[in-house]
């Protein structure tokens, strides 16, 4: 039995790293065609509800511009409402309805 178990540890630990290497590649290959495909083929959110929230600066207010350019419907949330309201403003301007 200690063969067996000598003999597995000396094999096992490199061909582990050898099958995982052979794994990667691959998988690699197939994380990359599927981002290529997502940046390609936008999903289509014309007329969808799409809820901002923090949407009254930083990357909510960017998500909320990004989402009116496409054509979504915004719900947009925030504490500060002075600054809510520019951001409105300016989707509105984008011509978009928001709830």
Known sequence: MDVVNNLLNLALPPLTLIFLSIL???SLIFKQLLHVRKSLWKENVANKVVLST????GIGEEIAYEY????AKLSLVDIKKEKLEIVSDKARTLHILLF
């Open 54 to 57: 923090r949407a009254a600066l």
């Open 68 to 71: 009116a350019r496409r054509g």
């Open 24 to 26: 990667m590649l691959p």
